[in-house]
């Protein structure tokens, strides 16, 4: 498989009207909500605050990938404005990602500012590498209500092959103690499943959700590395997890979260706290529920992870444009959402950015 060039906005700014959204029908506006032109009703923000990141995992960073220039990036009050904008549209989940959003430096900052704001719900997905007691019970305090972690094998030597680091497993194990004596629950820790790398750990990751009594959640290896080497040989599916996980444990399916749960969750019998989750995004897309908006670091509006189109919210923001003109923006940005990934299609092209600088 081939693919075209990233190609990202070398000047550091748009010109004004480009990449503005095309103006939605009349109807998009009529409540104040943000939905789209399939009806999906979007409560769920991925605010995405870094594009940077200490580990480079073979799934997501290739080891040259470039870093969006500083100069792109959005303040700590234009990442609370677009919150703060979205809140009052509806949306009442937040979940602070990157890159590696404990690289951020006014993170502080950023969650006292999310925990003022009327989410029911503010999460955050981390390596775990930076978790320290001291800040993990400054971010509880803050209003961070969950962390989820990322941790691709149990095996050291793996760990450090994965991450192109010299990290190990028991980085995670000790940033789920942090987590835990800190007040956060549950816990949940991903893990992209890829053939040949780590798909003889599967029983071993159930058996670490049980002893741990985390959600472990395995999820199909999706096309946005930044390296492009995405190849759907190496996808280890949902299926064939669960076959490999149900040769040592017997499960018993709890279904999805909610409506618009990604995971197919289940938990074990006996009494364990522990459940697994299995994101299917490739084999069994969600995007019927969606209910997401991402946003980028460097100001770009996302309806999808994998929209070609992206909007500019940034010229927006730097001047300081009132919240019925950000409004606006994000009602017509959010009926340009896509109805799916289209990943098995023969003509599916992924998105010209990585994972990483899209925010997981
Ligand atoms: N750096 C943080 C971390 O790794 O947890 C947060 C950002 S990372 C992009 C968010 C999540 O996306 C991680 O759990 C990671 O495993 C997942 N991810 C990254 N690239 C992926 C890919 N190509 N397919 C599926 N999941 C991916
Ligand atoms: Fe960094 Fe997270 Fe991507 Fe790994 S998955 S390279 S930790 S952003």
């Avoid at 998009?28 to 605050?49: E, H, K």
């Avoid at 092959?161 to 991903?190: C, H, L, M, W, Y």
């Avoid at 990751?205 to 959640?217: K, L, Q, S, T, V």
Wanted: aromatic letters at 6%; a neutral charge.
């Amino acid at each position: 498989m081939t693919y075209a060039l990233p190609i990202f906005d070398p000047a550091g700014e748009s010109t004004p009207g480009e990449s503005m959204p095309p103006r939605a029908p009349d109807d998009a506006t009529r409540s104040n909500a943000l939905f789209d032109a399939y009806g999906r009703v979007i409560r769920d923000l991925r605010l995405s605050v870094t594009d940077r990141c200490n580990y480079r995992c073979i799934y997501c960073m290739d080891p040259d990938h470039r870093y969006l220039p500083k100069q792109q990036l959005l303040s700590v009050d234009q990442y609370l404005t677009i919150a703060r904008v979205c809140a009052d549209l509806g949306v009442r989940k937040v979940r602070v990602t990157g890159g590696e959003p404990t690289l951020y430096p006014h993170l502080q900052t950023l969650l006292e500012g999310l925990g003022r704001l009327p989410f029911d719900d503010v999460a955050m997905t981390t390596n775990g590498s930076l978790l320290t007691a001291d800040r993990a019970a400054r971010w509880r305090a803050a209003g961070l209500h969950r962390i989820t972690m990322s941790l691709d094998s149990l095996r050291a030597d793996r760990v450090a092959a994965i991450t192109r680091q010299s990290v190990d497993a028991t980085t995670v194990t000790r940033a789920i103690a942090v987590a835990r004596e800190a007040g956060f629950d549950p816990i949940k820790v991903n893990a992209v499943v890829m053939r040949s790398i780590n798909d003889d750990e599967l029983a071993d990751f159930a058996d670490f959700a049980r002893e741990y009594e985390i959600d472990m959640r395995l999820i199909e290896w999706m096309p946005l590395d930044s390296g492009r080497t995405w190849d759907r040989e190496r996808v280890v599916t949902a299926d064939e997890m669960l076959a490999a996980i149900r040769a040592r444990h017997d499960l018993v399916p709890l279904g999805r979260d909610d409506a618009h749960g990604t995971s197919l969750n289940f938990g074990f019998p006996g009494g364990s706290r522990g459940r697994l989750g299995i994101i299917a995004s490739v084999t069994r897309p969600f995007c019927g529920a969606c209910s997401r908006l991402r946003t980028t670091a460097d100001g770009k509006v996302r309806p999808c992870l994998f929209s070609h189109e992206e909007w500019n919210l940034r010229p927006l923001l730097r001047r300081h444009a009132d919240d019925d003109e950000i409004t606006r923006f994000l009602v017509d940005a959010m009926w340009t959402k896509q109805a799916g990934h289209g990943i098995g299609d023969a003509t599916f092209a992924p998105p010209a950015r990585g994972m990483s600088a899209i925010g997981g």
